[in-house]
């Protein structure tokens, strides 16, 4: 079973992809259940990071050069990402304190998942073009049942930024140093 | 694949286009689904809906009011009854109504994150129902369920039980009148709107950014420099 995975690209995607969008969907329908969203962002963030247990760090684009700098674009790109709302601070939600570590640990685990180890898998089945596309298709599809309908168009052209700059910069530390923040600060 | 660097870019203008269509805060949907309606929208809101109200019929079976839950249809109220929670004597069925209170009332000392609500019964409590109200994201978050039998106040802290879902706060009450949620004007605690605050930061990421950037910058030249030269002298 193990070595049909790591030798098959395609399987390995379409077994990422289910788990990545179980989980994410489970996470989205079991925090509306009372006194539970704390612990089912938490335990849904941690899932989602396991979806990279088998994958190598520089892989994942989480190897050590040039940290400093890709660090730094992650605070640029956090930028960008909370530009709109920052133009626009009188209507900025505001997260609620209990949420912040789980916040932390949804971003996190949502950017190993997709720009980590599903870019990965699909970049072996298709190259560049195929896992910037797909894990912003994905990733839309993941946050189909947490959001309202007009805001997918938005949360599509997020993924595909943070897709690109995977791509571009071949970094995962930046997506995720810019999602942990955008998700801080609303 | 060659790597263009025009396409970040050009990405990100198309992120910050289509997230100007949506409402701030879309981020892994911790907002909720649907916008609070205020009766009194703060100055800061557009495109406000008026709340709702509701209404519900218990039946009474036996002399024992029926568990059931009453809310508004947009369900920032909701108040939860255990069966035999009223007073049922001498009646078939009990109503439960849920009215947003217009204009708003104002407590000094008091400032109310969400719209106060007349709830009314036409028979009593014997057993404590449980109030949730929703409150706006886009406020400072309550610390207490506060209670009056007049929109004029006196107003008291009932507590909370808890945050039971993000954005809501539920408490317990064996009596009906008017409920909102809110925090003391002068607490410490509530930090206010993020009106100050995400300006300030996205402020802070650009310098950071600016002022970090230019010595690492600096430093990898530097490095490139020495490596450049060291070929040289070993070729």
Redesign the interface.
């Given at each position: 079973m193990l070595s049909a995975l790591t030798a098959r690209p395609a399987v390995r995607v379409a077994v990422l992809a289910s788990y990545i969008l179980l989980v994410s969907w489970t996470r989205a329908l079991a925090s509306n259940a009372p006194h539970a969203a704390t612990a089912v962002l938490v335990i849904g963030g941690l899932a989602l990071a396991l979806s990279a247990a088998a994958v190598p760090f520089d892989r994942l684009g989480l190897g050590r050069s040039r940290l400093g700098f890709r660090i730094l674009g992650g605070f640029a790109l956090a930028v960008v990402l909370l530009l709109p709302a920052a133009a626009r601070a009188g209507a900025a939600p505001i997260l609620p304190a209990f949420l912040a570590v789980p916040a932390i640990v949804v971003a996190v685990g949502e950017e190993i998942a997709f720009r980590g180890a599903l870019y990965a898998a699909l970049e072996d089945l298709g190259g560049a073009p195929v896992a910037i596309i797909g894990t912003a298709a994905l990733w839309t599809a993941a946050h189909a049942l947490s959001h309202p309908p007009q805001f997918l168009i938005a949360v599509a052209a997020a993924g595909l930024l943070l897709a690109l700059w995977r791509w571009a910069c071949k970094d995962l530390a930046g997506p995720i140093v810019a999602h942990v923040i955008a998700d801080l600060a609303l | 694949?060659k790597?263009p660097?025009f396409?970040?870019p050009i990405?990100?203008v198309?992120?910050?286009?289509?997230?100007?269509?949506?409402?701030?805060?879309?981020?892994?949907?911790?907002?909720p689904?649907?916008p609070y309606n205020w009766v009194c929208p703060p100055?800061?809101?557009?495109g406000n809906l008026p709340p709702t109200s509701g209404h519900l019929d218990i039946k009474v079976l036996g002399g024992v009011s029926d568990a059931n839950s009453a809310f508004t249809d947009d369900a920032q109220v909701v108040m939860g009854f255990l069966p035999g929670a009223f007073d049922a004597t001498g009646k078939t069925v009990i109503t439960v109504d849920i009215k947003p209170v217009s204009p708003c009332p104002k407590s000094p000392g008091l400032t109310f994150s969400t719209n106060v609500y007349q709830i009314t019964a036409d028979a009593p409590l014997v057993k404590k129902a449980n109030l949730v109200m929703r409150y706006s994201?886009?406020?400072?978050?309550p610390s207490n369920v506060y209670y009056a039998t007049s929109p004029d106040g006196p107003w008291t802290s009932i507590g909370v039980l808890?945050?039971?879902?993000?954005?809501t706060i539920d408490v317990t009450t064996d009596k009906f009148g008017y409920y909102a949620a809110g925090y003391p004007t002068n607490s410490v605690s509530h930090?206010g709107?993020?009106?100050?605050?995400?300006?300030i930061?996205?402020a802070v990421?650009?310098i950071?950014?600016l002022v970090?950037?230019i010595p690492?910058a600096m430093v990898?030249r530097r490095r490139a420099a020495e490596g450049a030269g060291e070929e040289e002298d070993g070729g």
């Open positions: - | 694949m790597r660097a396409l970040l990405a990100a198309v992120y910050v286009a289509a997230a100007w269509q949506v409402s701030p805060g879309f981020y892994d949907g911790f907002a689904q649907q100055l800061h809101i557009s994201d886009i406020i400072a978050a808890s945050e039971a879902q993000p954005f930090g709107p993020n009106s100050q605050l995400l300006p930061a996205i990421l650009i950071g950014v970090a950037g690492l990898r």
